[in-house]
């Protein structure tokens, strides 16, 4: 692929994401690659046959419509599955060695350990597990492969701790609930469990995507067989579910919160990662958020640019091993790690495009080469996320009265004018919507949260002391 090409594909997805909106893109798009442009063809790859179909049926016009914003001749998308662009090189089995297990002895050899006695299994573990409804497993996402820092310590300790269980053992997590942005890590982690879990052969684990979720269910209905994929269900030892924020639908909701109670009432372990916190999925029920936030709940944090440089380290030593050549200087890494500060996948894409060009040209990878191939992933420092409740509890320390407070129906003055400077903030500095705030602060209809912004909108003009008092509020929230 040129540079040309490639420039031509970042402003492709530059309008896609602009029609589709950054959630949907995240979910459908993040990972679709093209591969070639032949006459009047663009190729694309995803990584799953699941996401294929869904693009295919969804969205094909629409991305060959953002392909002839760029290029009239491009007349028709050719969509494929890929195997991972940059992994280690895997050898050819025996006739008695699945390729998941030289892969995986592959990695080990990579990291300097000597590969572990493995049990003979009758098939690839990928193999089982696609053959068991599961969703595609990438073969690079094991905790050998995982870097773990400051931000996601816990997170993996946990991870590892699910993993290493075996049957009949006490579930100490259940469920384990992780939850962080976009790139950060929650898939590996949860892939991870589910290579090294089915591996042991000690418990049967299965991992899902929230969409593969719904279609199994779907599926199951049409063909009426959905009493045996919900007893399948509840027959795993460990089910993992990945992007719950997906999750939509009564009916879908309702039978995930059935197989949810069943397995953990049975003392199976659950395993779950979404891009909040359950106290923030509004789609959800109340008393599925309730269930989730009772087992462990953890955050994974940003990548710090000391992480990410490792991370950097560890792709480009998988990647040389399948490519001999090729050779990232430390500087040239240390430049990546410090400017492509955004997330993991961005981390990728660049390691990606330098691969593409050191097999393509031959260039050695300078600091100007470096320069010139990310500039378009350097994105400027984004505000810190606030969160309602960060809001509530700020407000009520201001004014010295407490959450409860700000939720009750208390109307007396001291309470009144936070109350209104909480709903304000949480409009500005929040996506929630008005219904979303309303019902945040004690159930409230959304028409006294819009009297409230417009109460404080109108005062902020006049009142000097009640302005300063926002704009400490809104720096006081942004470094907390």
């Known amino acids: 692929m040129t540079s040309l090409e490639q420039e031509r594909w970042s402003r492709v997805k530059g309008r896609l994401k602009a029609e589709v909106g950054d959630d949907i893109f ?146 100490m997590f259940n469920p384990l609930y992780i939850h962080a942005g976009v790139g950060l890590g929650k898939t590996h982690l949860l892939q991870a469990i589910t290579w090294a879990g089915n591996a042991s052969g000690e418990r049967k684990v299965l991992y899902l995507t929230a969409e593969r979720f719904m279609y199994g269910f779907a599926t199951a209905l049409k063909t009426q067989n959905a009493i045996a994929y919900k007893e399948a269900l509840r027959g795993i030892d460990v089910l993992v579910i990945d992007d719950l924020q997906f999750l939509t639908g009564k009916s879908m909701q309702a039978e995930f919160c059935h197989t949810l109670n069943a397995l953990i009432d049975a003392g199976r372990q659950v395993v779950i990662a979404a891009d909040r916190p359950p106290s923030e999925l509004e789609t959800l029920d109340d008393r599925v958020r309730s269930r989730l936030a009772g087992g462990l709940v953890v955050e994974m944090g940003p990548l710090g640019e000391e992480l990410r440089f490792e991370i950097l380290k560890n792709r480009i030593m998988a990647a040389r091993a399948h490519h001999p050549g090729f050779d990232v200087p430390d500087n040239v890494a240390s430049f990546i790690a410090k400017s492509v500060t955004h997330n993991g996948r961005d981390l990728e894409g660049a390691l990606n495009r330098l691969l593409a060009l050191s097999k393509l040209s031959g260039q050695p990878m300078t600091m100007e080469v470096a320069e010139r191939e990310v500039r378009d992933l350097i994105r400027p420092q984004e505000p810190k996320r606030v969160k309602i409740e960060d809001i509530q509890r700020v407000v009520a320390r201001q004014y010295n009265v407490s959450r409860s407070d700000l939720l009750s129906s208390r109307r007396t003055a001291n ?50 002391a009640l302005a300063d008092e926002v704009e400490a509020l809104k720096r006081q929230l942004q470094l907390e």
């Open 415 to 464: 309470v009144v004018r936070p109350r209104q400077v909480a709903m304000y903030l949480a409009k500005t500095l929040t996506l929630r919507s008005l219904p979303e705030i309303g019902r945040r602060f004690g159930g409230r209809d959304h028409t006294t949260v819009l009297h409230a912004v417009r109460k404080i909108e109108h005062l902020l003009g006049s009142d000097t």
């Open 26 to 171: 995240a979910s459908w798009f993040a990972r679709m690659d093209l591969e070639a442009v032949e006459n009047d063809t663009a190729k694309l790859s995803v990584p799953t046959r699941f996401l294929k179909s869904w693009i295919q049926s969804h969205y094909s016009d629409r991305v060959l419509r953002c392909w002839q914003a760029e290029e009239r001749g491009v007349q028709r998308i050719e969509l494929s599955v890929r195997t991972a662009a940059i992994k280690t090189a895997l050898a050819k089995p025996r006739a008695d060695e699945p390729a998941d297990l030289v892969h995986e002895q592959k990695v080990e050899k990579a990291n300097g350990t000597e590969p572990r006695p493995h049990m003979a299994v009758s098939m690839p573990v990928s193999a089982a597990h696609e053959a068991s409804g599961g969703s595609p497993l990438d073969p690079r996402l094991t905790f050998e492969t995982f870097v773990v820092g400051r931000s996601n310590t816990l997170t993996h300790a946990a991870a590892k701790q699910v993993a290493a269980a075996r049957r009949g053992d006490l579930v």
